[in-house]
């Protein structure tokens, strides 16, 4: 049998085996290829309000519209995919996997979050075909190294310490998020990168990221090199004509250029620790105010541990710091302190009940331009906030569950946290239309949801 149809006979098997959920083994001698087909659905039923109240507590003027409790239907971080390896000799082989969002209850495009939170502006399809963490690299005894996009080792390193992951109250309403916008500027995916893995040494293991900038504009002002949006969001960039000087660059809400990120775990017994790392240069905030915040570099460092106390009780602990250079302390909205502590209990083999508090704190300063309000002048405000989440899931068996989670976000005065970011398919945030079409920050708002869903993987 020659290798063309050999290979076409093992391909034909795991789709069979992966359509029936069976396990598909990745393991390819020399010369030949190994593929597995794999998957996940995630939907639910969400209710979910801003807290916006009649001027807001934050002094905003009236809000207009459905300002109450709203239904819907998400589909959050489904994606399929395939994954695979070839051996190369010496014990080596090349490690691939293409993988793609699905837009189960929602129709394909650009973000749709982007139509009602300006901050989430995007030209993203996510629903296109290798959307998500895909890559072509070589593994062996030394490790993996790899290129192609990828969730950024930062944000790799604590994900098993976030048991809302993806449900209204993920983690990354506060952690890793420097502005209370949904998205987390420090636990993203990074495209356009080049990633080391290295293997385990007596429970400990790491893994280093490193993205070039590949932006034209000094300041990263417009959309990186190959890439249709600005690099870490917040915006779509646009061509500046060197010779005219025409053109439009809109990468002011947090674009950057290089991007480092590093992550050290440990794993022994009950225990699981990691320190992560991750840096951003020269980062554009100019739209919150020209003068005073302009471009400065970011950086983002963490500290958690996860601890089996007994096979049924399981404690997370995370503490970060976030830091931003060259911009005034009155102007600084990015620099804080923020924690997360989760409690997981487990009672038998099928349900589980889990806690979690998320604080995010004061920061130093706010760059001011909210149009009216306790945040409309620049300077020092209490801008805090804290996430309470409580959920249940119970597992029908390893790959189906079903889950019920309840999620408060309580601003205060000058805060603007989020709820559902970095994987839930609907997301609150706090903007409003105002007449004649403007979108108002509502802050100091207390934000809650309830929701109920279910999830399948093969």
Known sequence: MDR?????????????????????????????TAV??????????????????????????????????????????SYFGFRGDYGIGGGNKL??????????SATPGPNPNSQ?????????VLGAFASRNSFLGIAGGFGALKLGKTDAPYKLSTARMDPFSATIGDYNSIMGNTGGDNRAEFDTRLSHAMWYESPKMSGASFSALWAPGQNRAADNSINASGEPDCTGGGGTGAFVNSSTGGGVSNCTDGSFGDAFSVAGVYEAGPLYGILAYEYHHNVNRESDSASNVGVGDEAAMKAGVQYVFTPNTIVNVIIERMTRKGTQADFNERQRNGSWLALTQKFGAQDDLNLGWAHAGKTPGQPGGNPAGVTATPGSIDNASNMYTVGYKHHWDRRANWYAVYARQANK??????????????????KDAQVGGANTCFTGETLQGVSVGMMYSF
């Open 4 to 32: 063309r149809k050999s290979f076409a006979i093992k391909i034909s098997a795991l789709a069979v085996a992966a359509a029936f959920a069976a396990p598909a083994q990745v393991v390819a001698a020399d010369g030949d």
């Open 413 to 430: 005065a000058g805060g603007h946290y989020d709820l559902g970011a970095s994987g839930h398919g609907i997301t609150t945030d706090c």
């Open 36 to 77: 597995q087909f794999y998957g996940h659905l995630d939907l639910s039923f969400d209710v979910i309000t801003k807290g916006i109240k009649e001027g807001g507590s934050g002094n905003n003027p009236p809000a207009v519209g459905k300002t109450g409790w709203q239904p819907d239907i998400s589909s959050n971080l």
């Open 95 to 104: 490690v691939f996997q293409v993988e793609t969002q699905v837009d189960v």
């Open 116 to 124: 009602t939170s300006p901050a989430n502006a995007d030209t993203k």
